[in-house]
């Protein structure tokens, strides 16, 4: 299907395509096993300008968007999910100075994570608070004599934790206001008291560093407030609603490259006496993965385009696009390891990878039974406003 992406967007597309071919596949098996974060991989995304898409141009970035994000996300998962999320991360963790920043943390933060010189990280969940983010206990005390805020508690399942050089992290400045009492804080790698614990031996990405962030004592000055006291969980919320179509687009890839893998392996594989493509069973199959992952793609590219075009509320349009598109590549991922059948099982192909690598996008970023519960907010909120 042609999306109609501009001149620029399919450059990025077909470079993506290129480094994830060259670079991203012979690497993706070695870095599964030894759960090893891709750090010469980052380095040729930076040299090949790849953080540079979604910054503003006035920041040493492309400004192209969150679709021509998507774009690049997806054209890397589709050879390691894994890979493609150290990579989408940095977007999530650079999204609250993006929004809500001023001047002088966009002057001072967005060149360096622009160049690639530095990786971003965001920090909401922690061990009582997932899907329940307004649960959160980590505590900011603002220290009156020089306004600098002292963090305390500890961030868990942290992406890109320990990798990362700029962390957004939302604490609580005032536990008497519920959600209303957060705030969001730009923490620097090597701020004294701020430390990383527990790294995570995950099922899938495993290419991706999962640690914990922890807080002792750690002053943050009270230039690294990020927009006003009380506006954290505000701006998280916001920074998903961005960062959700970024997660289709993984989920995308991610289904688009099991299904590839199915129908290379179906023209070749032979029983019966006739490659099995040549099966009604088999093919029906291919059809409702292509049709599936058609759809998703589809919904990711229209909510990202929503976004850029400057829409004032898409929380459910990224809800929707990100809850479809990774049930989507969890049901394609495992018709894919189906269709190879003993050999999909096995770790010498990909599709076991991939099926293990499509299960956590339904659960970041919002699980989907979150993405349910905020569509059903929205469609409920929109017919209350239509007055029917
Ligand atoms: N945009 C702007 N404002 C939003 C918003 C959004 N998308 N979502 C919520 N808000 C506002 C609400 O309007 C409300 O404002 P008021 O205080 O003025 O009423 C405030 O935020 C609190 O909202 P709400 O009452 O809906 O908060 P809940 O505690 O019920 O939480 C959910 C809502 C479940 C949607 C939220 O906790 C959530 O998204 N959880 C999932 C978190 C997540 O994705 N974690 C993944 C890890 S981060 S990678």
Redesign the pocket.
């Known amino acids: 299907m042609d999306y109609y992406l501009s001149e620029e967007l399919r450059e990025i597309r077909d470079l993506c395509a290129q480094i994830a071919d060259e670079v991203v596949r012979p690497a993706r098996e070695d870095l599964d096993r030894e759960n090893r974060f891709p750090t010469e991989i980052m380095r040729v995304f930076a040299e090949s300008d790849l953080f540079r898409i979604y910054i503003p141009e006035e920041h040493d970035g492309l400004g192209l968007g969150v679709l021509a994000l998507c774009v690049a996300t997806e054209e890397i998962s589709k050879v390691c999910g894994g890979v493609a999320v150290c990579y989408a991360a940095n977007a999530?963790g650079a999204m609250p100075i993006l929004l809500s920043g001023n001047e002088e943390q966009k002057k001072r933060y967005l060149p360096l994570l622009a160049s690639g010189e530095k990786l971003a990280a965001?920090g909401?969940?922690e061990p009582d608070a997932?899907?329940?983010?307004?649960?959160i206990k980590t505590m900011a005390i603002r220290d009156e004599k020089d306004g600098s805020y002292v963090l305390n508690g500890t961030k868990q399942?942290i992406?890109n934790g320990g990798e990362a050089g700029i962390y957004t992290v939302i604490a609580v400045t005032d536990p008497s206001r519920?959600?209303?009492g957060a705030s969001a804080f730009i923490v620097e790698d090597g701020t004294p008291g701020f430390s990383y614990g527990k790294k995570e031996d995950k099922m899938g990405i495993r290419a991706s560093a999962t640690r914990e962030l922890v807080f002792e004592d750690c002053r943050v000055p009270a230039e690294n407030l990020i927009g006003k006291e009380g506006m954290g969980?505000?701006i998280?919320?916001?920074?998903?609603?961005h960062?959700r179509p970024g997660v289709a687009a993984q989920a995308v890839g991610i289904a688009q490259g099991a299904l590839d893998e199915a129908l290379r392996y179906a023209s070749q594989r032979k029983q019966f006496g006739q490659r099995i493509d040549s099966f009604q069973g088999i093919q029906f199959m291919l059809a409702d993965m292509a049709t599936q992952v058609e759809a998703a793609r589809a919904l990711a590219y229209s909510a990202a385009r929503m976004i850029d075009a400057g829409a004032r509320?898409f929380?459910k349009e990224s809800a929707m696009a990100k809850v479809f598109a990774s049930d989507v590549a969890m049901r394609v991922t495992t018709d894919a390891v189906q269709i190879l059948g003993g050999y999909g099982y096995m770790r010498e192909y990909p599709v076991e990878k991939m099926m293990r690598d499509a299960k956590i996008t339904q659960i970041?970023?919002?699980?989907n039974q979150?993405q349910r519960?905020?569509i059903a907010?929205a469609l409920i909120r929109e017919t209350a406003a239509r007055g029917r």
């Open positions: 999530l965001f909401l969940t997932g899907s329940d983010a307004g649960a399942w992406t519920g959600t209303r969980f505000i998280a919320m916001k920074t998903l609603d960062s509320r929380e970041y970023e919002g699980t979150i519960s905020v907010t």
